[in-house]
């Protein structure tokens, strides 16, 4: 089952996506494309490069107070680079895969490279979750955010709490059955995450900085998708575009997708077209966000060369080292 879970999950998006398309027509697929205009794409740049930044110095932070040398300066491409793999890679989680183990592997401690990136992820969704629900509260309490969001046009007020609940109980529980029942080779690895937890991401002097910089970083990709919505002629109230937007992001957590594509569209024709703003209009919407947040991840690929460059370049030199020593092993046999 393991090994079918990546095809299964490319399959169930390409059906939300095929049931979108022959639900709603294929125009407004192509009405996303054509929505992308020069500036959006500057503006996806200039955001992408905020949040890309913001991201990083807070792995920075983490990675430091763990004792792992990182500068903000070598954590800017690689942090670029882990984005493009996430979106064009399955799974959508391979580039952070990759920058915490070479980074673990240039510092000399790989399980601590991959808790650090762990830390930093999870920091960014803690934030993302908790706004979240403060937006779902607001929807359930028939608050008004500037526009009709407020009295819970998504559907979702009442209903997404419970999930979320849920969802933390059934973490927490497995946390603790894991402590009670592990071996004590699980015990040690909680322990060694929890102790790491204490010192890179809880301790005092970090954590206000790494929840300012999540919190940044949520505002430049809700910031992203107002500007995607702007350029799908959406005609919506600031407030319930970036309502939308969070809970837009919360469903993006969703782990069937290609390229990101998939649950985030389904979700926003259903949103939009509860909010009277168009289920088309909603499909259209997230077609363009898919594709400005493709074009902010672009620059990985300087890096993303400049490795494959690199490793090109240390072939060569092993297999020479190879060459030589068994050159070496041949002479002292004769």
Known sequence: MTRLWPWLRLVLAVGVLAALGWR???????DGLRAVTGWSVVAALGIGLLTTVLSAWRWC???RRLGLPLTLRAAVPDYYRGLLLNAVLPAGVLGDVHRA????????????GVRAVLFERSAGQVVLVATGLVVLAAGTADVDLAGPVGAGPVGVGPVGVGPVAVGLVVAGLVVAVLLATGSRRVRRALA???????????????????????AATLAGHVALFAVAADAAGV????????????????????????GGFGPREAFLAVAFGAA??????GLTTGVVYGALALVAGLPGVVPLLRT???QRQVAPERLDERGDDQLALAGRRQ
């Open 308 to 310: 494959r460059s690199e």
């Open 192 to 214: 060694a995450v929890w102790a790491d937890a204490r010192v890179g991401l809880l301790a005092p002097a970090v954590l206000p900085k790494v929840l300012l910089a999540s």
């Open 24 to 30: 709603l027509g294929t125009d407004a697929f192509l």
């Open 101 to 112: 183990v070479d980074h673990g592997r240039q510092s000399g401690d790989v399980a601590r």
């Open 61 to 63: 932070l983490i990675a």
């Open 276 to 281: 009277g703003l168009g289920a088309a209009q």
């Open 235 to 258: 005609d919506a109230p600031l407030g319930q575009v970036a309502a939308l937007a969070v809970l837009a992001l919360l469903v993006m957590a969703v782990p069937v997708n290609v």
